[in-house]
């Protein structure tokens, strides 16, 4: 089965950097996706690394080594509105499931 | 021009009623889900439709029951309500069912709530 990791809660001031960590378990492996919920709100798609390295997409970036099993979400230059829940995930090998992590949330302080 | 809609947002009603969650999306994809989330944020699959047809049946009572009548509606009939089945249910559409492809759009949710 899959199974995928993320720390329950992070908290950050405005400004700074921080990092959602994920690490997965899997029978197979295609890549690694990460998601932003507001509250309240529905969960949108914002990166896929199917690659090793570092893909940077304005103030995030989402990183990934296969052969750690992991991956993480890199928030740059925090804004209030950044406060959200934030998922892994992952399609599953065989099935082709769309499986989420448990979630992050992050709560950033001005 | 929202892309996942579903329909109701707000549902409350009491144990042991019937009541269906509608969902279309407009963006031509031949995959749709259903997703569960509770009250902890855990976002779990629960049916997905490729082209109408189900492909992904997760362990859930058969007191769900999914129906796509073409690729641009899923909707989800839940019969005899618990107090369980509380939660927020997410419909979610994706181009096709690749490994590589794991972008879903999702529908706005339904907070379901059974008293």
């Known amino acids: 089965g899959q199974s995928l990791e993320q720390p329950s809660e992070v908290t950050a001031v405005e400004g700074a950097i921080v990092q959602i960590n994920c690490t997965y378990q899997?029978?197979?492996?295609?890549?690694l996706s990460w998601y932003q919920q507001h509250d309240g709100g529905a969960p949108t798609f914002l990166s896929y690394n199917a690659l090793d390295g570092l893909e940077e997409t304005g103030r995030f970036s989402s990183f990934l080594s296969r052969s750690d099993s992991y991956g993480y979400l890199l928030l740059q230059e925090l804004q209030m509105k950044d406060s959200a829940s934030y998922f892994c995930a992952v399609r599953d090998y065989s099935s082709y499931k769309l499986i989420f992590g448990s979630g992050t949330r992050l709560l950033v302080r001005p | 021009d929202t892309a996942v809609s579903q329909t109701p947002k707000y549902l409350v009603t009491q144990m042991g009623n019937d009541k269906s969650i509608k969902c279309e999306q407009n963006?031509?994809?031949?995959?749709m889900y259903w997703y569960k989330q509770d009250s902890k944020k855990f976002l779990k699959i629960m049916f997905s439709y490729n082209n109408k047809e189900l492909i992904i049946n997760e362990t859930v009572p058969n007191r769900f029951s999914p129906k796509s009548p073409d690729k641009a509606h899923l909707n989800l009939h839940i019969n005899s309500l618990e107090l369980g089945d509380s939660a927020v249910y997410f419909c979610a559409s994706s181009q096709e069912i690749s490994p590589q492809n794991t972008e879903a759009f999702f529908g706005q949710g339904t907070r379901l709530t059974v008293v």
């Open positions: 963006l031509g994809h031949d995959t």
């Open positions: 899997t029978s197979g492996f295609y890549g």
